[in-house]
């Protein structure tokens, strides 16, 4: 009769596990999405703006239109992109949580610093890219000359495309490293992120499509965990023992 008893809060602690496993994963694919869409219709309104490869009478025309309020637009969008990924990270985070509860310090301390800067590096350079645009928008005084303005646009494509696609990168290592040793992702897609990662890294490019990777990486990820939910929720947390 006593057995029964002692088992029970096992039997329970599983399934309490096995129940966070499952809304964990539901929460990390449905923020991952939302950031998805999120960045993507912000990167698409901010790069309405002339890139750097622009001449002088492209900015002039520009910034003596209308369409810079889609740069505005998308400049408001870029927060809740933002905060869509922290959400997202922080549910990784835990899912990861269900199945490691110690994971690895080293690529978990790793994950959240580059996360935040991510999402810190990304407000900045679109702020700076994007800042003339939104005083000619909602400001009372004159524009800035076309050189500063094409200066701006320098800092903040440096922002985006030099330190915070490493960032990603290196978001994109850590987390399948993470996701791998807690026996959630399948082999190959934790190569495909090991790839991606690598790529990031290294990436020279400045083609707004460079910052839909990561995102478009996070929805293939969030719907392969939630088709293995069910059979993660079945099995026994596991201890991960690297540093």
């Not at 923020?31 to 001449?55: D, E, Q, R, Y």
């Not at 499509?209 to 099995?235: C, D, K, S």
Request: proline share 6%; glycine share 8%; with cysteine.
């Amino acid at each position: 009769m006593a057995e029964p008893l002692a088992d029970a809060p096992v039997g329970r602690t599983q399934r309490s596990r096995g129940s966070d496993t499952v809304r964990y994963a539901r929460l990390s694919s449905l923020t991952g999405i939302i950031f998805a869409a999120l960045l993507t219709a912000a990167l698409l309104f901010v790069h309405s703006a002339p890139n750097l490869k622009a001449s002088d009478a492209d900015f002039a025309a520009f910034y003596a239109g209308g369409s810079t309020v889609l740069v505005t637009v998308g400049l408001y969008l870029v927060p809740f992109a933002g905060i869509a990924f922290l959400w997202h990270l922080n549910t990784v985070r835990l899912l990861v949580r269900t199945r490691t509860p110690a994971p690895s310090p080293i690529p978990d301390g790793l994950q959240l610093m580059a996360g935040i800067l991510f999402v810190a590096l990304l407000f900045a350079g679109t702020a700076a890219s994007g800042g003339v645009a939104l005083l000619k928008d909602i400001g009372a005084g004159p524009l800035p000359s076309m050189d500063v303005a094409r200066g701006l646009l320098a800092v903040g494509y440096s922002m985006v495309f030099v330190y915070s696609v490493r960032c990603a990168g290196t978001y994109a290592l850590t987390t399948t490293t993470l996701l791998a040793n807690a026996g959630i992702l399948p082999r190959w897609l934790a190569v495909v992120g090991y790839v991606l990662a690598a790529f990031l890294l290294i990436s020279t490019t400045m083609n707004p499509v460079v910052m839909l990777l990561l995102p478009g990486w996070a929805v293939l990820v969030g719907l392969v965990i939630l088709v293995r939910t069910r059979h993660l929720a079945e099995l026994p947390p596991t201890q991960e023992k690297t540093v």
